[in-house]
């Protein structure tokens, strides 16, 4: 007699929201595995592949046998790297021990979280924000706590928003500039806002999340962390999925006060050890040379930018700001709720994406996901004929709404 298995999940994972951008990115391939022409707009990853020089420095590191473990941190060699980038790019100086690699940004600031955070403690995390943010706050034992800005302050929160978001548990700040939604890009003077806020709070910490960094159409960046009255309080990540078109490749990195680099380092030698020796040799090689495919990719994220404004701006109803960095456009679309087409009603961003989904066959991501619902996120890393058709077919499927 056979007995049915007892299948016991944790009250850890059953409380986890699956990734909505993955998600999306997996509904939209399984739609087109079944015939449909889908163009999916969902996922964020650079659409160009690595490139040459940085896969020909992968593939003789593979010849010369860099085929075993490398400390947690990371090889040496990419940390000094690190350390120089950090200098040459943002003004910021760290000591070998202040920089840990890890298998991506994602996993960075997964291990902040569970090495800075105990049970009840507050994450300021300003809003929209990318998606993993607040499972891994969590997850962690933490608390979210959401400070919004709209479409009309293009989606920037202001330090007096922070100012009144801190309380005795506030432990840290969390946000991405270039910002994963909007493509929203705070500048040095809106960063030193939130520093002197921050500064006037002991024990409050930054994450600063910059991974988009360098698609950044202001012509210049400005890192939180180089602001001397938080330097010593700001943890920076960055990596190399996007600005390098590495997504596949499994590489972040971290700057920060040596002592949370040494639990964060701790803390990845229980879970996965340093990242892959190969990709590190790669990476090594990616930062100390030349820039210019770079430069590029960001020149063409630039030009669809534009075009994507242009044509979305001609949709009767859809609302669409100037987004100047990473390559994410995120309408406000709550001129169509409770309207409906196709068999469907529209009554929020939810309900939007999925009624993109099914009429035009263009996945794109639910702003619910990111804590914006009248918006949706549209990733513009595609070829422009791609987007082009999208958006008609967007523009199409918004004029059946009544
Ligand atoms: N931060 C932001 C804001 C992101 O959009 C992403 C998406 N990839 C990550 C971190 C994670 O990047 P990685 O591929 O390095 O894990
Ligand atoms: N960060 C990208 C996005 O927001 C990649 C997917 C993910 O890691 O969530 O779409």
Redesign the pocket.
Known sequence: MSMASIQHLSQRILEMEE?A??KMAQQARDLAAQGFDVISLS???PDFDTPVHIKEAAKKALDDGYTKYTPVPGLVELRKAIQEKFRRDNGMEFGINQIVVSNGA?QSIANLALSLLDEGDEVIILSPY???YSEIVKLAGGVPVFVHAGIEQDFKATAAQVEKAITPRTRILLFSSPC?PTGSVYSYDELKAIADVIARHEGVYIISDEIYEYINFTGKHASIGAIPEVKDRTVTVNGFSKGFAMTGWRLGYIGAPGWIAEACSKMQGQFTSGATSFGQKAATHALLSDMTPTHEMCDAFRHRRDMVIGLLSQIPGMKVNKPQGAFYIFPDISEYFGKAGNGMKVQNADDFSEYLLHTAHVAVVSGSAFGADKCFRI?YAASETELREAIRRIDEAVRQLA
Do not use: A, M
């Open positions: 990734s951008t993955i996922l964020g990853e994602k990318w998606v993993s994963n990733s």
